[in-house]
């Protein structure tokens, strides 16, 4: 395995304590489905760094991320994970998977690579969050033995959550949806 628990993060993160566990969390998993699918070490790296990246900016203020995105309209929430690939590409990271898992993991993407996806996934599963425990592990359980089908249960999950809560659906969580289901 390739550093589970490594949070090791950029010196421009704004992380608290809680989000750094949350990061390992995310991380840890990742790399626990990673080692259990047996997938290429390139690729393993990828997930390894879009877990210890998606949230290296979650705790930074609203006008750094708007600052570093250009974006001012979109809610605060939704502005860390464009901000943080922005930061990153500006470092050096080249890896589209990476850059595409980091910017889009709080809306998701239709089109993403493996990455991006087992992100999603891992980012709504860890065992952390205090909703729906019992059913959220066993999806984490079955991601490694049926990575699609539970994407999809994630990707439903997610977007149904969204909808009961009456949450302003992101044009791009709607095309996730659309091209799961």
């Known amino acids: 395995m390739l550093g589970a628990a490594s949070t090791d993060l950029p010196v421009w993160a704004r992380v608290s304590p809680g989000r750094a566990a949350h990061i390992a969390r995310v991380t840890t998993m990742l790399m626990t489905w990673a080692d259990a699918m047996a997938i290429d070490r390139a690729e393993a790296e990828e997930w390894r760094d879009a877990g210890r990246w998606h949230d290296a900016l979650r705790d930074a203020p609203e006008a750094e991320l708007r600052a570093l995105t250009g974006d001012g309209h979109s809610a605060a929430a939704l502005l860390h994970g464009p901000a943080a690939a922005i930061r990153l590409e500006a470092d050096g990271e080249r890896r589209a998977g990476v850059l595409d898992a980091v910017a889009h993991h709080t809306v998701g993407h239709p089109h993403w690579s493996r990455t991006g996806r087992a992100l999603y996934m891992a980012d709504y599963l860890e065992p952390g969050r205090p909703f729906k425990r019992p059913e959220r ?3 984490a359980a079955q991601a ?3 990575f699609d089908a539970t994407f999809r249960e ?9 909808q009961e809560e009456g949450v302003e659906m992101h044009p791009q969580t709607t095309a996730l949806w659309d ?3």
Do not use: G, Y
């Open 144 to 146: 490694p033995h049926d």
């Open 154 to 162: 994630v990707v439903r999950q997610r977007f149904q959550w969204s």
């Open 137 to 139: 592990a066993a999806l």
């Open 179 to 181: 091209a799961v289901k």
